[in-house]
């Protein structure tokens, strides 16, 4: 009989957007390392998991849905593991996932949070904000438009009302960082880490990369970069993570994003592992209590 028994919840495709099949692939992936590991494992769609509650103590998941995070939060206060955390997945909306950087010194880019029916163009101009990108701030992106790079002031404040005309009540305005664009992965508590340049390796769900560009292989502190994100991953109650960070041209890093259980698309094989082994121990240090 295995020794841990693990519900393992998949991603809605509507929140896999152009990444479906990379989602599945590294859920499937750890899946496995853990059945290799003595665990047993019963995978369940987020839609056979809004409508029936698996008995396992361990829930591993990608669920992005709000009645599925809502549900794995009422089962975290009845005392099952859930990794990554229900609560820890709302904190990467967008809104809260800002307010939590900017409350917490992690850096990251200037940022207004606003109403999508306000005037913002005098508020840009008082930060000295020009180029900048507008994104949806009420919950995870879904659609190419729910992140929108804007030129000017102006044009921020036709996409807002954009926003707002889609049923989009709040958004995030970040000014657009200039440098180099790099996109990170890593596990907390283990010792994997993984970033690359996306726009050389050809790496998009919609294409974003294409504004800041190719690289210039600006010099930066790469254990620093790490130590952030480990740090940030504390703070987000994340345990399996993913972002996006901007490389300045003074070496100085800034997080743009980070996400919960991203699809690890470019180094699946090497992260599959400590994934599984990252779940295993805290389901074995549950066992102890």
């Known amino acids: 009989m295995a020794e841990i028994k693990i519900a393992g ?3 809605a495709g509507a929140y896999s957007p152009n990444h479906i099949g990379n989602d599945a ?3 499937n992936a750890v899946a496995d390392q853990l059945r290799r590991r003595g665990c047993e494992v019963e995978v369940f769609s987020e839609e056979q998991f809004r409508t029936s509650t698996p008995e396992q103590p361990v829930i591993m998941n990608m669920c992005r849905e709000k009645d599925s995070v809502e549900k794995l939060q009422h089962l975290e206060e009845e005392g099952r593991l859930v990794i990554n955390s229900g609560f820890g997945i709302e904190n990467c909306t967008r809104e809260r996932m800002t307010l939590i950087m900017l409350g917490n010194s992690i850096p990251t880019a200037d940022s207004l949070i606003v109403n999508t029916n306000e005037k913002v163009v005098k508020d840009l101009n008082d930060k000295g904000i020009t180029s900048c990108w507008i994104k949806r701030g009420d919950y995870h992106s879904m659609h190419k438009e729910d992140v929108t790079y804007c030129r000017h002031p102006e044009e921020a404040q036709d996409v807002l009302h954009e926003f707002f005309y889609r049923g989009i009540k709040r958004a995030v305005i970040n000014r657009h960082l200039q440098g180099d664009l790099i996109k990170f992965y890593g596990v907390s508590g283990q010792p994997f880490f993984f970033w690359f340049y996306p726009f050389e390796e050809h790496h998009s769900k919609y294409g974003y990369e294409e504004v800041n560009g190719k690289s210039h292989n600006i010099p930066f502190d790469e254990a620093y970069l790490k130590e952030i994100c480990n740090r940030a991953s504390e703070i987000f109650d994340v345990k399996i993570y993913g972002g996006d ?18 699809s690890f698309a470019p180094c699946r094989k090497e992260a599959a592992p400590y994934i599984a082994k990252a779940i295993l121990a805290e389901a074995k240090e549950r066992m102890k209590r």
């Not at 800034?254 to 991203?262: A, E, S």
């Open 25 to 27: 692939a590294i859920f």
């Open 245 to 262: 960070c901007i490389v300045d041209p003074d070496g100085s890093i800034r997080i743009i994003d980070f996400n919960d259980w991203p």
């Open 9 to 11: 919840i998949m991603r």
